[in-house]
């Protein structure tokens, strides 16, 4: 009776064992795209680092623009394959115009969240970007264009605190 309950035993375990969890649906918008080009010498980056819980999405974005340099906070929701801009804040330009609580320098009019209409979808491995009623679709996009996916920006990507928030964004905290 011992090694006859033995080898049921000994069974079960191994059908629980093999037996997997369900695996987590994939989460497109989760990682970091960059791109670089010399500007006057000097080598700029663009980068926007997302992170993704389920329909949630966090990004931390950094861009040149208008010989300046502008870094943003947003959140949204991802359908399908597209992730949904809803708030967002940061250096006030094409953007938003609505620094993020606690950068802020003093006097600012606008801080907290702002709204946003863009709109981010990946075609290819790139990242590409739509405002309105603008197309998130791929056809039509070209394989140079958008911005690659990285492993990793690096120290030309978020700042620590950037980071940092991003992983609490991640988990239900803004």
């Known amino acids: 009776m011992r090694l006859a309950t033995a080898a049921i035993l000994s069974i079960t375990a191994g059908v629980s064992a093999s037996t997997s969890a369900p695996a987590l649906a994939p989460a497109p918008f989760e990682g970091a795209w960059m791109s670089c080009e010399t500007y006057q010498g000097a080598e700029v980056c663009d980068y926007t680092v997302l992170a993704q819980r389920g329909g949630r999405v966090c ?22 394959n597209v992730a949904h801009i809803e708030k967002i804040c940061g250096d006030p330009g094409s953007e938003t115009d609505t ?8 006097g600012a009019e ?3 969240w ?11 491995g790139r990242l590409h970007a739509a405002s309105g009623a603008g197309s998130t679709s791929c056809a039509g996009i070209t394989r140079q264009s958008g911005t690659p996916r990285v492993r990793s920006p690096g120290e030309r990507g978020p700042a ?5 928030w991003l ?4 988990d239900g905290a803004e």
């Open 114 to 124: 702002g709204t946003s209409d863009e709109k981010l979808f990946i075609c290819g």
């Open 167 to 170: 992983a609490s964004c991640a």
């Open 110 to 112: 606008k801080v907290g």
């Open 99 to 106: 620094y993020c609580a606690g950068r802020a320098p003093d």
């Open 59 to 80: 990004g931390v974005q950094g861009y040149f623009a208008t010989n300046a340099y502008y870094e943003q906070r947003f959140v949204g929701t991802v359908k399908a």
């Open 160 to 164: 620590p605190e950037d980071r940092a």
